[in-house]
């Protein structure tokens, strides 16, 4: 006979160390960050689904539901608020935007992520302080400026106000991608001939493609959802559709609700098929992953 002893510690004479067993009840405080998270969403969906539902309501006063559903007020709202001319003049403003802050924000990147030089910090908390600060802050004296040069009021003016946050977004995107780009493959252009031009059309493009189309997305979404800077320097012929909203529901005169709620919900759906295709082609890692080769042995 042999005498199995077992390990002390242990519960199971034998058998080794006992494996700590599993809470089966999550604490008061996991409840109560579950219940606030729930209770949030819950009324999220019930502000979202009122506004749709009387988007298609005919008339809605003191029951649960309306008395009937039409989706005439989205052909109204269609109409009533030239929807088609502003829903152009927002992606007219939000493609200009997204081209210069390429144009501008990826050769910035590039000069940040590679070269070193006295003032680099300062420069990158320049570059944070609109993204950081509320844009209603540096707007008003923005929008003073502009509006002193004449080009307040015009498409133009809102161009120009929306590069402000969208420049340095683009920046603070790209750094990260360029920085995951090996140096070597650059030295290794130029030691082929390739000019400074040549090489960054021609090998650092297509390898910051991804970084830029990220950039390019979040922007559009960014543009597209700015009201402060936009309200601050839109005219009559350049509000995009955030603020045609917020002028169908603060504007004098009697409007059907329902034909503002048929706006609300082209906005948000224009919103949500940004967001969609932001976060499929963009990975969240990415903008704040910085990669640093290891130095070899």
Known sequence: ???????????????????????????????????????????????VGSVLVSSFGRQWFDTWLPEGFTAKWYSDAWHQFTLGQVILVT?????????????????AAYVLARRSFPGKR?????????????????G?????????????????GVVLANLVPSVPFVILTMTPF???????????????????RSMFLRVLAPLLLPGMLASAILVLVRTVGMFELTFLTAGPDSQTLVVALYYSMSAAGIRAQQSVDAMAVIYTSMMLVLLVIALRYVNPTQLVARVKEEPEP
């Not at 002893?5 to 058998?15: N, Y």
């Not at 360029?178 to 400074?196: T, W």
């Open 140 to 156: 008003i004296p923005l929008a003073t400026v502009l509006y002193k040069f004449g080009l307040a009021g015009h498409l133009s």
């Open 91 to 107: 992606l007219e403003v939000s493609l200009l935007v997204v081209g210069l802050s390429l144009l501008i924000g990826v050769p």
């Open 178 to 196: 360029i920085e995951q780009i090996d140096p070597r493959i650059e030295s290794a252009a130029r030691m082929c001939g390739a000019g400074l």
């Open 1 to 47: 006979m042999v005498n199995v002893t077992g390990i002390p510690g242990t519960g199971v004479p034998g058998v080794g160390p006992a494996r700590p067993r599993r809470r089966l009840v999550a604490r008061p405080a996991a409840w109560l960050v579950w219940g606030a998270v729930i209770f949030f969403f819950l009324n999220l969906l019930g502000v």
């Open 122 to 138: 300062a420069a990158y908390l320049v570059f944070l302080l609109p993204i950081l600060m509320p844009p209603i802050t540096y």
